[in-house]
Every structure is written in C-alpha cells, then in structure tokens.
T-cell receptor
Framework: KQEVTQIPAALSVPEGENLVLNCSFTDSAIYNLQWFRQDPGKGLTSLLL?????REQTSGRLNASLDKSSGRSTLYIAASQPGDSATYLC??????????FGAGTTVTVRA | DAGVIQSPRHEVTEMGQEVTLRCKPISGHNSLFWYRQTMMRGLELLIYFNNNVPIDDSGMPEDRFSAKMPNASFSTLKIQPSEPRDSAVYFC??????????FGSGTQLSVL
C-alpha cells in the first residue's frame, strides 16, 4: 500500500521568503503525482500534476519536481505572499484514478 | 464553468436518520469520486465512477453507505442509518482528460 508522507506538518515564514514543501512516497511505481492546496473550510484545488515520465512542472511562482527513484517530490513557491497561506497536500496514483494523499503541510506566510 | 457543486454545505442530523449528499460534476468530465476527510484518517476514497458506472467501491465503509450516478450530471451519496462516527467532511470530485482532479466545496456532516 502506498504511503505518502509530508514533513513538516506546519511551517511559518515571513513574506517574500521562498517556500520548499516536501513529499515522500514508498512505492515508486506511480502513474502521476499531484499537488493540491486546501483553504480552511474549502475543497482542494489542484496546483500541479506531474506525469510519471516528467521531472518537473511549473506554473507561475510554483514549481514541482519529481524524483521517482528516491520516492520524492518537492513543491517550490517563490517569493511567498500572505495569500499563499493554506494547507498543501501531495497525492500519488499508482493507476489512473486512485490517489493516496499525504496529511499535508500547513503554511503560514507572515506579513 | 461553476465547478463541482455539492449540496448541502452543512448537514446536522440525529443518529439513525438517513442522509443524502448531492453532487453535480463539471460538464464533460467522465470520472466522479466521493471522498471523506477526517482529522484522524485524512482523505479517503469512498467510490469512483467512470461514465456513470461504479468502478471501485472498495472504500465504502459498510452497507449503510450507498452511491448512485443516474446520469452524467448528478450523483448522490446516501448513509442509512447514520451514526456519529460518520461525522466528517464529504467531498465530491470530478476529472476529465487532463486527469487533474477538481473538488467541490464539500459537505460538513455532523451526526449527533
């Protein structure tokens, strides 16, 4: 069974600092990996999806890398803003639909 | 597009009552998922539909839970009878060719 771990569970940074969020998974035979954002009381918003054949994906200030052999993905958020405060979840799939979610990292960006 | 629409947003009911949660997926999406989120267990997949057909219901906790998708634009998750341990946030999500998952805002269920 795929186990997805996100450490740390929470972090707080001053505005403008770059954020580095880590995700590790036990089964390297993944189909794809997604990073989501969840705001309090809301659903999840998909930020980036990396296919198993890709090494990274970028969208604006966000960049996600994938290293299947080591079972790791990293989400970088450049020049953080207070609006980036949220919980970020990583999820892998080992087929075309079933996602295994990490518990998330709760980020606070201090103004 | 309005996104995935769920109703109700909040549901408070008493133990033993029937609860029905509703979902309207994004038009054109052929995959629909029901998830449950709790502090203890995180996000759990309950059931997955593809083209309105249930493909994987292995995550449905027990026979008290049932889900239907009568057409491409509507799905329900029913709990009968409800129990306090069913209290959680229930999310519906849909996806299409991009494989990105789009979540609704969820239904916060409290069973007293």
């Amino acid at each position: 069974k795929q186990e997805v771990t996100q450490i740390p569970a929470a972090l707080s940074v001053p505005e403008g600092e770059n954020l580095v969020l880590n995700c590790s998974f036990t089964d390297s035979a993944i189909y794809n990996l997604q990073w989501f954002r969840q705001d309090p009381g809301k659903g999840l918003t998909s930020l980036l999806l990396i296919q198993s054949s890709q090494r990274e994906q970028t969208s604006g200030r966000l960049n996600a890398s994938l290293d299947k052999s080591s079972g790791r993905s990293t989400l970088y958020i450049a020049a953080s803003q207070p609006g980036d405060s949220a919980t970020y979840l990583c999820a892998t799939s080992t087929n075309d639909y079933k996602l295994s979610f990490g518990a998330g990292t709760t980020v606070t960006v201090r103004a | 597009d309005a996104g995935v629409i769920q109703s109700p947003r909040h549901e408070v009911t008493e133990m033993g009552q029937e609860v029905t949660l509703r979902c309207k997926p994004i038009s054109g999406h052929n995959s629909l998922f029901w998830y449950r989120q709790t502090m203890m267990r995180g996000l759990e997949l309950l059931i997955y539909f593809n083209n309105n057909v249930p493909i994987d219901d292995s995550g449905m906790p027990e026979d008290r839970f049932s889900a239907k998708m009568p057409n491409a634009s509507f799905s329900t998750l029913k709990i009968q009878p409800s129990e306090p341990r069913d209290s959680a946030v229930y999310f519906c999500a849909s996806s299409g060719s991009s494989e990105k998952l789009f979540f609704g805002s969820g239904t916060q269920l409290s069973v007293l």
